[in-house]
């Protein structure tokens, strides 16, 4: 099973780059103060009562850590988590965790992200949970993107890799689809060359992009193809994106764009 995240995934739901490995070769110790000032400045949309979607990877762990210490001073919230890393991380914290299905519509989701353009568009995945992650963020009334400066980019996809996730049965069909549009692909695997595994118990292909690119048609093009379940692009969703650097936070609305 991958565990899922911004940059790379982990047992505890920490991801990205820094700290030990996780299951697919990333790393899962988050290095002490990261995220914890863009998720404290997150804590500021949270109120009593809330249903909140709680992301994947080292900023949303970040945030649930800060909210597990909210919820020991009596906040009363609930949470549902996009991955199970997060699921047992939020459990370990005492936070109250139901299903999708049992609450309904969310009151907003804290989640991190890989890549961050000006327009607020973002692309998720590298930790492999994003159809989960577009799943409850579509069911929330908003959306708060936490990240660190490093995750912005001028051209949404100059990191140059949108994860796909696939049914292992559509592999062939979905890379030489991939291949007509112009993308090559790679399977990603673990450090002994095993496909990772997604929680839905699917793979991920990771397309090779080329910026500048036409990110809506080109989300349009890939999920039209048998066998695609979802890609990392997250587009027109985020509602807020909280970068945080060091201590200091810089919070872009997208009702202000």
């Not at 991958?2 to 290095?31: H, I, V, Y």
């Not at 804590?43 to 800060?66: D, N, P």
């Not at 989300?219 to 970068?243: Q, Y």
């Amino acid at each position: 099973m991958a565990d899922s995240s911004d940059d790379a995934t982990m047992r505890d739901g920490a991801s990205d780059t820094n700290g030990g490995t996780g299951t697919n070769g990333a790393t899962n110790e988050p290095k002490s103060g990261d995220g914890e000032a863009a998720a404290n400045a997150a804590l500021e949309w949270v109120r009593e009562g809330m249903k909140l979607g709680l992301g994947t990877g080292r900023a949303a762990s970040a945030f649930v850590r800060a909210l597990g210490a909210r919820v020991a001073d009596g906040l009363p919230v609930t949470g549902v988590p996009t991955s199970e890393a997060t699921g047992e991380l939020a459990t370990r914290l005492g936070i109250p965790l139901a299903r999708l299905e049992d609450v309904g519509r969310l009151d907003i989701t804290f989640d991190g992200a890989d890549e961050v353009d000006a327009r607020l568009d973002v692309i998720k995945g590298y930790g492999a949970a994003m159809v989960r992650e577009k799943i409850v963020a579509a069911s929330s009334d908003q959306l708060i993107i936490l990240i660190g400066p490093e995750k912005l980019v001028t051209d949404l996809g100059q990191r140059g890799r949108l994860p796909v996730e696939i049914l292992p049965f559509g592999e062939a069909l979905v890379r030489e689809q991939l291949e007509a549009l112009g993308l090559g692909a790679d399977r990603r695997v673990d450090e002994h060359s095993n496909p990772i595994v997604t929680d839905n118990g699917n793979w991920i292909l990771d397309a090779k992009l080329q910026t500048p690119l036409d990110a809506r048609a080109l989300e349009v093009a890939i999920t039209a193809i048998p066998g695609v379940l979802g890609t990392g692009f997250f587009l027109n969703m985020a509602n807020a994106v909280i970068i945080g650097d060091g201590n200091d936070v810089d919070v872009r609305r997208r009702d202000l764009l």
